[in-house]
């Protein structure tokens, strides 16, 4: 896309729904062409955040680069810190050695497990298809060779299900953005095995600007903004969740949720 300008470049993101892990490293590198103009670069962040509401890595790159006194030099280190995000290492670490009969199961198939899971072949993997998680194009995408079965939430009830792994869109203020139809996953497997919320670099956010981002994704409901392919989530509390896999490990939940590492600023809490 290096032929387009600027804003020809931000138009393709805004329009297209990115593999995850690839969008807010598309935005940075795009963001940084308005870093001289700070007035267009609040609105290249908000006409950003209106396509792409409920993905917090997003509401996070653009907190830092408007809050930063060199908006280039922080779309960079944006960059930086999302290429060199250890989530999957750390998972694929922190995984058990399980019984016989034991499955792993993944809603849907996120970049960051599929990596992790990748160095795993002794772990039995389904992935759970629910509303927000359509599993058929990252399973054919996938890096892992080993066997992956698709199933539905209701054939969790029938399986020992000994870890529950959830990709996260955004975490802050006690609750979690996630796919749509986590929280049926999550009564279905209960206490019989523990539910990790997955969640890498910029995921976790300070309370007013998940607030924000909450109320961006309740307002944008159906809005002609959104991409026609945009998954649908919903949001559930962090108590749902035993911990949080992230770029530091294994975390309790209170520890991950204390770390935010954006700022909270006006330009994002207005309403999109």
């Known amino acids: 896309m290096s032929h387009l300008n600027p804003t020809e470049r931000l138009r393709s993101i805004t329009r297209r729904s990115l593999e995850d892990h690839a969008l807010a490293i598309e935005a940075a590198e795009a963001l940084s062409a ?8 609040v609105v290249a962040c908000r006409r950003l955040l209106a396509h792409h509401r409920s993905h917090g890595a997003l509401w996070w790159l653009c907190a830092r680069v408007l809050a930063a006194a060199d908006p280039a030099l922080a779309s960079r280190e944006a960059v930086r810190l999302l290429d060199a995000d250890r989530t999957a290492d750390r998972l694929a670490a922190n995984l058990p050695l399980l019984d ?18 990748s160095e795993r ?32 939430e209701w054939d969790l009830a029938t399986m020992r299900v000994a870890r529950l792994l959830v ?15 986590t929280a049926t996953t999550l009564d279905i497997v209960g206490s019989a095995g523990e539910s990790w919320l997955v969640g890498g670099v910029g995921r976790v956010l300070p309370r007013r600007l998940f607030e924000a981002l909450e109320a961006a994704v309740a307002n944008g409901v159906g809005h002609l903004d959104a991409p026609d392919d945009e998954a649908p989530t ?33 330009e994002l809490l207005r309403p999109l």
């Not at 308005?34 to 670069?41: G, H, K, N, R």
């Not at 009969?101 to 899971?117: F, K, N, T």
């Not at 975490?171 to 749509?180: F, H, K, L, S, Y």
């Open 34 to 41: 308005f870093a001289p103009e700070p007035a267009s670069l």
């Open 100 to 117: 016989e009969d034991d499955v792993v199961a993944v809603i849907g198939w996120p970049y960051a497990v599929d990596c992790a899971l």
């Open 234 to 266: 919903e949001i559930v509390s962090l108590e749902k969740f035993d911990r949080v896999a992230g770029p530091r490990g294994l975390e309790a939940i209170v520890d991950a949720e204390a770390r935010p590492d954006c700022p909270v600023v006006p």
């Open 121 to 152: 072949l002794d772990i039995e993997t389904v992935s759970v298809r629910t509303e927000g998680a359509d599993t058929a194009s990252a399973l054919r995408q996938r890096r892992r060779e080993g066997r992956v079965r698709t199933v539905d």
């Open 167 to 181: 990709p996260a869109a955004a975490i802050g203020g006690g609750r979690a953005v996630v796919p749509a139809g």
